[in-house]
């Protein structure tokens, strides 16, 4: 807890924090590993941002569905 952030930033840190946990235990590794090329970190870096991409376009199609039913 960082008393000069707001509590958004801060459950943003912790939610960094987590993640930064899961991976090293589902991975055995943390970002600091070094058996990826450049050219596959950013293959996953892409793959997640079309993830997002995939989510954000679900979120706005419930959004544009509720929106006609009201």
């Known amino acids: 807890h960082c008393d000069t952030m707001s509590s958004v930033e801060n459950t943003v840190i912790r939610k960094i924090?987590?993640?930064?946990?899961?991976?090293?235990?589902?991975?055995?590794t943390t970002m600091e590993r070094q058996d990826l090329?450049?050219?596959?970190?950013?293959?996953?870096?892409?793959?997640?941002?079309?993830?997002?991409?995939?989510?954000?376009?679900?979120l706005i199609m419930e959004e544009e569905d509720a929106a006609r039913d009201t």
Not at 37 to 58: F, G, K, N, S
């Open 17 to 28: 924090m987590e993640r930064a946990l899961v991976g090293e235990r589902k991975y055995g």
């Open 37 to 58: 090329t450049r050219m596959e970190w950013l293959i996953h870096a892409q793959e997640e941002a079309m993830d997002l991409c995939v989510y954000l376009e679900r």
